[in-house]
Nanobody, 128 residues
């Protein structure tokens, strides 16, 4: 019943943009922190960004260093959806992107262990 579904991935050219969506069902998204993680070919899972529950400091965002200034995470509570806007994409951004929910509401990008629910991932490919 509890489910996260990612969408919005695809093939883009370097410098292009994509907006990923993570839609929650079976629970109220705003009670959870939502994290985005990615796994590139030959690499382990990497934290990308997270947004805390609005109950935690009104909602707080975090980004990995390589994403700062390019990626923006946001939530639309009315749609039970979290977005990841990705601009100025680089080939090294190519990966499967996953969203995940942390029931504590705090969230982190340094570990995936606090996250209780995971989507199936959406492929992002950045190539000329």
């Amino acid at each position: 019943q509890l489910q996260l579904v990612e969408s919005g991935g695809g093939l883009v050219q370097p410098g292009g943009s994509l907006r990923l969506s993570c839609v929650a069902s079976g629970f109220t998204l705003d009670y959870y922190a939502i994290g985005w993680f990615r796994q590139a070919p030959g690499k382990g899972r990497e934290g990308v960004s997270c947004i805390s529950s609005s109950n935690i400091s009104g909602g707080r965002t975090h980004y990995a260093d390589s994403m700062k200034g390019r990626f923006t995470i946001s939530r639309d509570n009315a749609k039970n959806t979290v977005y990841l806007q990705m601009n100025s994409l680089k080939p090294e951004d190519t990966a499967v992107y996953y969203c995940a929910a942390d029931s504590s509401g705090v969230g982190t990008i340094v570990s995936d262990t606090p996250f209780d629910y995971w989507g199936q991932g959406t492929q992002v490919t950045v190539s000329s």
